[in-house]
């Protein structure tokens, strides 16, 4: 059955002695035996044809296995170093999924920068399941641990966390998690497995919305879970088959295909990332710069040690006397668009798109303001890219 958590086979523990980048092309996709194409076919099939009944069929149904999604799934499981993959039709179906395994009465903790969908599935679709949660600042490690409390059971952090790049600390968090009996989830959509593996830092389950960094290209809205045992490898199959959210096999295929080429993609991100910080940062037009990669970043340290990189999504609030909604009407080639990580560049105003659900307040005390501007730095030439926010700054200008 497919729902098992597959076992490790020689061929795999062979690919498990590649390097990332060899890993990111030939881990988890095995040759198909009838062709030899190099490429995992795609399985448009819902059903699959059984020889006699009460067999011991490895395919019997696309909902609870498909051999496209399991190729996916097995690369992903193999890039995050877990023990089973698992791949659905959103991130936010992937997190659904996973907060599936809590319980009537139980609680999750959550940073006070989650992503807003995160928030409002708790806030308002758990909620009547009579599933709890507690937005803390999971920057301060003592506010995490106040906040446990005999009902909590669950961690569910990212970092670095949207729009302020926030920075968690995955291992003190799950040390925190584990201490106390709880799982530790990590959310992550923003790094991707190239640069943070928050299974290695003693998570228990990774998620991701691989419409982002994954999937690199925005042509595909998807979501993946990685868990680190077999236990939760069975209790996720169980909820994946029985809830339904699966990805298709077109999809799965796009996945496998993007997730070929993320090394080259996100050293490609990171140099032009960290080129915009640098100049957008020396702009006297801009009053602040959120980026990781700068020393006296909050968090710089955290984030150094526990990732291979500052990460490649930016924010800047634009200064006095500059209109925000001015800029976002006059970028020319960086779209005003909802998502990030794709191989166009982004921008998005969080105070109205992604943080809207927020209240003003609660929005203003945090730092998300409304001359913040959210930057997904694509892979165009970078002089490009920063020609064009330029350009957009100065046409800004009250
Ligand atoms: C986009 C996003 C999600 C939701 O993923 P979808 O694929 O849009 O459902 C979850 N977490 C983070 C950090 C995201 O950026």
């Known amino acids: 059955m497919t729902q098992e958590a597959p076992e490790k086979d020689t061929e795999q523990s062979a690919k498990q002695l590649l390097g990332f980048e060899s890993r990111l092309i030939h881990a988890g996709t095995t040759t198909d035996p009838y062709t030899g194409s190099v490429n995992v076919p795609i399985y448009q099939t819902s059903t699959y044809r059984q020889e006699h009944i009460r067999g011991d069929v490895k395919w019997e149904y696309s909902r609870t296995g498909n051999p496209t999604r399991a190729a996916l799934e097995s690369l992903i499981a193999d890039l995050e170093g877990g023990v089973a993959g698992f791949a659905f039709g959103s991130g936010m179906a992937a997190i659904t999924a996973v907060l599936s395994l809590l ?79 709880l799982l530790s989830i990590v959310d992550n959509t923003f790094m991707t497995p190239y640069l943070q593996r928050p299974l290695e830092l003693g998570a228990d389950i990774v998620l991701h919305s691989a419409t982002k960094y994954l999937g690199g290209h925005s042509d595909v809205v998807a979501g993946l879970v990685v868990v680190s045992n077999k236990e939760l490898a069975q209790k996720i199959a169980f909820i994946q088959n029985s809830t339904g959210g699966v990805l298709g096999p077109f999809d799965s295929f796009l996945l496998v295909r993007g997730i070929k080429t993320l090394g080259v993609r996100m050293d490609r991100h990171l140099e032009n990332a960290s080129y915009l910080a640098q100049h957008l940062r020396d702009n006297p037009a801009v009053s602040r710069v959120y980026w990781p990669g700068f020393e006296d970043f909050p968090g710089h340290d955290v984030n150094a040690r526990q990732a291979s990189g500052p990460g490649v999504m930016m924010s800047f609030e634009l200064a006095e006397g500059y209109d ?75």
């Open 103 to 181: 319980h009537a009465g139980d609680e999750v903790i959550i940073p006070t920068n989650v992503y807003g969908g995160t928030y409002r599935v708790l806030a308002k679709v758990f909620d009547h399941f009579g599933i709890g949660y507690k937005v803390v600042d999971t920057q301060d490690l003592t506010a995490v641990e106040a906040a446990i409390g005999p009902h909590t059971a669950a961690t569910l952090v990212e970092s670095p966390a949207n729009p302020l790049m926030t920075i968690t600390d995955l291992a003190a968090i799950s040390q925190i998690a584990h201490k106390h009996g």
């Open 324 to 398: 925000a909604p001015t800029f976002f009407r006059s970028t020319r080639m960086v779209a005003l668009a909802e998502s990030l990580g794709g191989v166009e560049s982004l921008v998005c105003h969080p105070a109205s798109m992604t943080h809207a659900a927020i209240p003003k307040e609660e929005r203003d005390r945090v730092g998300i303001t409304e001359g913040l501007i959210r930057l997904s730095v694509g892979i165009e030439d970078k002089e490009d890219i920063l020609a064009d926010i330029e350009q957009a700054i100065q046409a800004a200008r009250k």
